[in-house]
């Protein structure tokens, strides 16, 4: 396993830190990544143990190391416990463009604790790392992701422009573009 120091940038909100994910997070990850709600809209195994959760993260710090994906836990500023994730990865070959992940467990949803997430990673994408063009695909049911995006400006993304139609899935994409740029 990779070592556990992962360079990654430290994000803040009113509310929330944004870190690397350690794999002192492995039983939060475990609890995440099987449970039956947060993974109803999502194409993945369940992480059926701590080995599995731990295997996870050093697949994600591979990918960090590599900077083929940042990955932050979410958590409040005044507890370490983890709540859900998001990222940023699939990124283009020229770094321009870069989808977009995240997954909150239910125990903290409705909260609003993922908007203040996805639109601090939103502006570390444009404003640091100078992509042009986020992504996002989820499965047209998940009402809740759908409007998490509609409230950060995404645009469905219904000519296959920036989300190609074979990689959908059963899914529907949505980009959002760098008002900067």
Not at 150 to 158: S, T
């Given at each position: 396993m990779q070592s556990d120091a992962i360079i990654m940038p430290t994000l803040t909100t009113e509310r929330l830190v944004l870190r690397a994910l350690s794999f002192d997070d492995a039983s939060a990850i475990q609890l995440l990544r099987s449970n039956e709600s947060v993974n109803k809209f999502l194409d993945r195994p369940k992480t059926i143990d701590i080995?599995?959760?731990?295997?996870?993260?050093?697949?994600?710090?591979?990918g960090t190391l590599r900077k083929d994906?940042?990955?932050?836990a979410i958590c409040y500023k005044d507890n370490d416990k983890l709540l859900g994730t998001t990222c940023l990865w699939n990124i283009s070959q020229d770094d321009t463009i870069a989808e977009m992940g995240y997954e909150l467990h239910p125990d903290y949803q409705g909260k609003g604790i993922m908007q203040e997430a996805v639109a601090t990673v939103i502006n570390f994408a444009f404003n640091t790392l100078n992509f042009s063009i986020i992504t996002a695909v989820t499965l047209p049911e998940n009402i809740s992701s759908i409007k998490l995006l509609?409230?950060?400006?995404?645009?469905?993304?219904?000519d296959f422009a920036f989300?190609?139609?074979?990689?959908l899935n059963g899914c529907v994409g949505y980009y959002l573009k760098n008002k900067l740029l």
């Open positions: 080995e599995a959760a731990k295997a996870f993260i050093d697949k994600i710090h591979t994906s940042y990955y932050w509609a409230k950060q400006g995404f645009i469905l993304d219904k989300v190609a139609n074979e990689d």
